[in-house]
């Protein structure tokens, strides 16, 4: 299996040819890492599931999630398990990547529009769009990657107002997170984030991650908690219940299993941390995938 953690965090994307890119990407997982870049970032998830990490939110994508990342936002889309290890298993998205300027600069300062710089700056936290939404938009988002010149250009703004129309958005990530650009801020953090990832099935300590990047204990919480607005235990602890519910959802492993597996050190524990975050108990979770 690919570890698709290992990459800079920082993504300088190609030049385009054009004001902006779109993409379709079928492929059988998803394997971009813990990355940021200037441009916004509209996607469109057709088929696949998996993790979705957005500044300090993390979340279970799964088909027609409808997704737009602000510019410098920190985000991650890791497939399932299943997708790296069944080559008939496949992921669809679609990816709009633009820039402030990529119409002109100042265009999207226009009063007409206002909607659509709104929706640009609320993106800073990360946007999940609604269900209308997302049905009126996949025609359109299939069909812009087909389409040049003037057609293109006024699709894409179509695809925008669209959007900016939407009054049930989510902003995923609760706390504006931004990291200078390649700098050795950027290194250290997808250090830490890639260990973590690469160590969820164990015991992790604050000791051993705060000696791989070079802080005092105390100075990593203090740095850890800034970056992500949360402990390093609960964002731990996040993880290892999102990690959890994909294993029930699959229906192959007992509670007792998943635990362990994704590094919980005693089932009762596992079971209060996902009421916590959850709501709900594993049990309750489990019967809402499952017939019994």
Same mark, same amino acid.
């Given at each position: ?108 300062? @226009?009063? !007409?529009?206002?909607?659509? =710089? &709104?929706?640009?700056?609320? /993106? $800073?936290?990360? #946007? ?31 695809? @925008?107002? !669209?959007?900016?129309?939407? =009054? &049930?958005?989510?902003?995923? /990530? $609760?706390?504006? #997170? ?115």
């Amino acid at each position: 299996m690919t570890d698709i953690f290992t990459k800079p965090l920082f993504e300088a994307l190609p030049n385009k040819t054009g004001a902006f890119s779109t993409k379709r990407l079928v492929c059988t997982y998803l394997e971009y890492p813990y990355h940021y870049h200037p441009e916004y970032e509209l996607t469109y998830i057709i088929k696949g599931k998996g993790k979705r990490f957005t500044g300090n939110n993390i979340e279970e994508f799964e088909a027609n999630d409808f997704v737009l990342m602000g510019r410098n936002l920190p985000h991650v889309w890791k497939s399932d398990i299943e997708y790296y290890d069944n080559p008939n298993l496949l992921t669809d998205c679609i990816v709009i990547q633009f820039s402030k300027d990529s119409l002109g600069k100042d265009f999207f300062e @226009l009063n !007409e529009l206002k909607n659509i =710089k &709104d929706l640009l700056n609320n /993106s $800073k936290y990360g #946007i999940k769009f609604s269900k209308k939404i997302k049905a009126k938009l996949l025609p359109k988002m299939k069909k812009i990657v087909s389409l040049s010149g003037a057609k293109k250009i006024t699709s894409f703004i179509d695809i @925008l107002d !669209e959007c900016s129309k939407d =009054k &049930d958005i989510v902003l995923l /990530s $609760k706390k504006l #997170i931004y990291i200078n650009p390649g700098g050795k801020d950027s290194q250290r953090f997808s250090k830490i984030f890639n260990y973590i990832i690469e160590n969820l099935h164990r015991e992790i300590t604050v000791n051993e991650v705060s000696t791989l990047v070079g802080l005092a204990d105390n100075s990593f919480s203090r740095y850890f908690k800034k970056h992500t607005n949360e402990s390093f235990v609960k964002f731990v602890n996040k993880l290892r219940i999102e990690a959890s519910c994909s294993l029930i959802k699959s229906g192959e492993k007992n509670f007792t299993q998943i635990c362990f597996e994704v590094g919980f050190g005693s089932l009762s524990y596992f079971n209060r941390q996902f009421k916590q975050y959850k709501k709900t108990t594993p049990s309750e979770y489990m019967r809402t995938f499952h017939n019994f």
